[in-house]
């Protein structure tokens, strides 16, 4: 598989909004959705004449309508590192907690108390029948559930350094025109929520980084070379009448190198040591490690998830069992951690407002173990690159396998 890194560069306010069912207020997203991306693809590539809509087997119906079409994911708010190239954008898992006084990461321009995970430690006190409640290891104050974007990049020592990555919205006043007049229309004033196109004041620019995924290599060249062509004009997001929406994208294509296997014997060896120091409590009667491997599978985007045909948002194990086409019984689902919201949207190809969907808030966390972890490998990254769920070209259910933000622990906190 090969999969084309985009980079995206806001050069106007971007109007991407979303609006819960039901309500009249459109807010500006954090993010720019998959499908916002592959809606403005596909219609770049429809203004070519010589693009074949109907044909069986084109490059048209490969990218966009096949079974195994190519797989847009979100591009997430990001940043360039001291050498100018875009820093790979990770999410933070439901089970990390900050301080509730100072929350976020440790660094020198700031006096927040850190960030750290609990998914572990908590599985760990539950085996051992114990209650985890954990504080801030700077004041041992509360902790709550803290989420976001982060960015990883070495300084002069060589020490990582956590970095937040958000984008910065602000509030455009439009007045509505008398088509007949060509003038203002009184009583008609609006607001719209955009994307700013800078950060910090002017200092910094709005960067999202995000990738498309799919088989053909040739075809994957040529999608490549279509979005670096000097000659594009990239609009993303609504208003781009009104000058919105205007933005640079630029993409460069890569193999897909999977370190699955890596992350899943790291987040074992964590968890077992981990283990044996909650022994100090007493050891359980029945060890919850005898024989088997644990993996999670974290959400990197909002997931539409169906169980026997209804909505979930918790993936079981035969729900997991079924999209990796792995028979195991054994597999076993201990923890989950995960809240659900609705997302609706607009498709412009139909003219019409899609399905609302029930879906599972990306960020959450699911923890399972198996003995048979050998035969589960090849399926986890092969679901690593494609996702669970529905609409997973769109950019829905995109999963990582044993996030290493799971080995940050409490008097570790960054």
Same mark, same amino acid.
């Given at each position: ?22 309500? @009249? ?12 991306? #592959?809606?403005?693809?596909? /219609? ?67 006096? @927040? ?24 290891? %700077? ?62 004041? +002017? ?6 980084? +995000? ?9 994957? %060249?040529?999608? *490549? ?48 040591? #981990? ?32 169980? #026997? ?8 194990? /035969? ?24 997302? *609706? ?70």
């Amino acid at each position: 598989m090969k999969e084309i890194q985009l980079t995206i560069k806001a050069l106007s306010p971007l109007a991407i909004g979303t609006r819960k069912p039901g309500g @009249s207020v459109s807010e500006a997203q954090d993010h720019i959705p998959g499908a916002v991306i #592959r809606g403005a693809i596909a /219609a770049q590539i429809l203004q070519y004449p010589d693009v074949d809509q109907i044909q069986p087997g084109g490059d048209f119906q490969q990218l966009f309508v096949e079974q195994e079409a190519a797989i847009f994911s979100n591009a997430y708010p990001s940043a360039r590192n001291r050498q100018g190239d875009i820093l790979p954008v990770r999410l933070l898992p439901a089970t990390a907690v900050s301080s509730k006084s100072n929350p976020g990461f440790c660094s020198s321009q700031s006096d @927040s108390y850190g960030v750290f995970d609990t998914l572990i430690d908590r599985f760990c006190a539950e085996g051992h029948d114990h209650l985890y409640d954990p504080n801030c290891p %700077r004041d041992g104050g509360r902790v709550e559930p803290y989420g976001g974007f982060y960015t990883v990049e070495d300084d002069d020592d060589g020490n990582p350094h956590y970095r937040p990555q958000k984008v910065e919205t602000r509030l455009l006043t439009r007045v509505g025109i008398n088509r007949r007049r060509a003038t203002a229309q009184e009583n008609i004033l609006y607001g719209i929520e955009v994307i700013s196109e800078t950060r910090k004041k +002017g200092q910094e620019e709005t960067l999202f980084a +995000g990738t498309i995924r799919l088989d053909d290599e040739a075809l994957a %060249r040529a999608l *490549a070379n279509l979005i670096n062509a000097p000659s594009q004009n990239w609009r993303l997001g609504g208003s781009a009448s009104r000058g919105l929406g205007k933005v640079e994208m630029t993409a460069r294509l890569q193999d897909v190198n999977s370190d699955v296997e890596d992350r899943i014997k790291q987040f074992n060896y964590y968890l077992h040591k #981990r283990w044996k120091l909650w022994d100090v409590f007493g050891q359980p009667q029945n060890s919850g490690l005898d024989d088997r491997q644990f993996f999670t599978l974290d959400l990197q985007s909002d997931a539409i998830l169906t169980d #026997r045909w209804r909505r979930t948002t918790v993936i079981s194990a /035969a729900m997991l069992c079924q999209e990796a086409g792995v028979a195991d019984r054994d597999l076993q689902l201990h923890a989950s951690y995960s809240s659900y919201d609705y997302r *609706a949207g607009w498709n412009a190809a139909w003219g019409l407002m899609k399905d609302i969907e029930l879906v599972t808030n990306r960020g959450a966390v699911y923890l399972f173990s198996t003995p048979h972890l050998e035969q589960w490998l090849p399926a986890l990254e092969r679901l690593e690159q494609q996702g669970v769920g529905e609409r997973t070209p769109e950019g829905f259910g995109q999963i990582r396998v044993c996030d290493e933000f799971h080995t940050i622990f409490r008097e570790n906190a960054l």
